[in-house]
């Protein structure tokens, strides 16, 4: 296997991944943070929510090791846009892991609530900040940066005609769509901020709809890497443009 489709392949299994492991990690977390008693109620299933953590960061990194995976193709075309692709991706993640380790924490701070820690008073204040680190984490890294980042990728997809331009503009479009529904998050529309579930704070509201065909078209694009790769043709005219160039 050559390596640009040995890399096509590793890239469409990372994105399977990501996209698996962000929705176990809402399995096993499932709506624990919904109930008004959430902070006594994240004590008793804190075992699922350490589970859910653990797929949480399983995600965070494969989704981090796209972009690392892709860059050396992609700078080939957009160097800039390829390098920005890395630092969104990177920042993205940074978030979601932040997202993750509030989770973490919260759990701590439930525990000593159950167990009746002297002047637990403002403990639920606490998990209450927890709550909103956590929601604001998402709203900023799994739709902001990560549509940004989507964009940069997909137009050097599109300009580069590595895949398919119906695929790419796909992803544009989509992209531009889950950034706008992050916007509208931002100023409070269509999206609150009492949801501790990832996937149930992203299909919380009609709005998520403009969050679908992103995620859609990610799946089909990891698809279409595994089964058709990168573009050959493609590919072989910027070999023979990198050898010109050496020679």
């Known amino acids: 296997m050559d390596p640009y489709r040995k890399t096509g392949v590793t890239v469409g299994v990372l994105f399977i991944s990501a996209t698996v492991a962000s929705i176990l990690g809402s399995v096993f977390i499932g709506s624990i943070l919904e109930a008004p008693n959430y902070l006594t109620g994240i004590s008793a299933h804190g075992s699922g929510l350490i589970v859910g953590v653990l797929f949480f960061l399983i995600a965070a990194i494969s989704a981090v090791a796209t972009s690392f995976m892709l860059f050396p193709i992609l700078r080939k075309y957009i160097e800039s846009l390829a390098l920005g692709y890395v630092v969104l991706r990177t920042f993205e993640n940074v978030l979601y892991v932040l997202s993750a380790m509030s989770l973490l924490v919260m759990l701590t701070v439930s525990q000593k609530y159950a167990a009746g820690a002297v002047d637990a008073s403002f403990y639920p204040a606490l998990g209450t900040l927890l709550l909103a680190l956590q929601s604001w984490a998402i709203l900023l890294g799994c739709l902001i940066l990560f549509g940004l980042g989507s964009m940069a990728l997909n137009y050097v997809l599109y300009q580069s005609k590595l895949v398919p331009r119906w695929l790419s ?16 998050g931002i100023f409070g529309v269509g999206i609150g901020f009492d949801f501790g579930n990832d996937i149930l704070f992203m299909l919380a509201s009609p709005y998520a709809l403009l969050g679908v065909p992103i995620h859609v078209q990610e799946m089909v694009f990891a698809v279409w890497l595994i089964v058709k790769g990168f573009n050959p043709s493609v590919i072989q005219l910027s070999l023979e443009k990198h050898n010109a ?3």
């Open 245 to 247: 160039k050496r020679s």
């Open 169 to 184: 503009a796909w992803g544009l479009i989509g992209a531009a769509l889950a950034v706008l529904y992050g916007l509208l």
